[in-house]
């Protein structure tokens, strides 16, 4: 497949992978080899459940 029989969607999505793609290497993670302490973690999960049962932060009473 070349690039001209590509619809506008695939086009913007390819170059948007590329774009991630060359960040990547060009932008190491800063965070790589490190460890979540196992409070920071249960945490995060816990935010992630209330946002996804629609309740979130807390309550101005």
Do not use: C, H, N
């Not at 190491?28 to 816990?46: A, N, R, S, W």
């Amino acid at each position: 497949m070349q690039v001209k029989d590509l619809t506008t969607d695939e086009l913007k999505t390819l170059i948007r992978e590329t774009v991630v793609e060359v960040l990547e290497d060009f932008l190491p993670d800063p965070d790589e080899g490190m460890t979540v302490k196992e409070e920071l973690k249960q945490e995060l999960l816990e935010i992630q459940r209330r946002r996804k049962t629609g309740t979130r932060g807390i309550s101005a009473s």
